[in-house]
């Protein structure tokens, strides 16, 4: 199984790779820190699944120089593919409730009805709850074996 991980917290894509890793041995997760190098990677790669993070720096950051945020960066990748028409499967995992004024629920609605299937839902993450881990595998579990 080919993971996509766009995660800019350096802490919460650590404990999904070693979650991920520690659950399925076959996985291989690719990880990404900004709209822009998880975008290219979205769009040029084949995997199962693509895990987005919504707040994204728009590039990846050098020494000493900082980046603006893509506040709805995991929703941006997620229009470039269906711009593209890629196929795809993707998941929302963020630590946010709202963005730019709107709640997590009504993006994930959004996202719903513009993708269908090519979405799987948007997952709440809390490094003091394991509930994402549940969450995520059963997402992981539907799209398992899926041939790009």
């Known amino acids: 199984m080919k993971i996509l991980l766009v995660e800019d917290d350096s802490y919460k894509s ?35 699944l693509l895990i987005l993070d919504m707040a994204l720096p728009a590039r990846s950051q050098t020494a000493g120089n900082g980046t603006d945020t893509i506040v709805n960066g995991g929703e941006l990748i997620i229009r470039e593919l269906l711009d593209e028409h890629i196929a795809f499967r993707a998941v929302i995992l963020t630590q946010y409730e709202t963005f730019n004024g709107e709640t997590i629920e009504t993006i994930e609605e959004r996202l719903r009805q513009m993708c269908g299937e090519s979405f799987c839902g948007c997952i709440s993450y809390n490094s003091q709850d394991d509930s994402w881990k549940n969450n995520l595998q059963i997402i992981i579990d539907d799209v398992k074996g899926i041939d790009c």
């Open 14 to 48: 650590t404990a999904i790779i070693h979650w991920i890793e520690s659950e399925y041995q076959a996985g291989k997760v690719e990880l990404y820190n900004s709209y822009r190098d998880g975008c290219m990677a979205a769009l040029d790669g084949c995997f199962d």
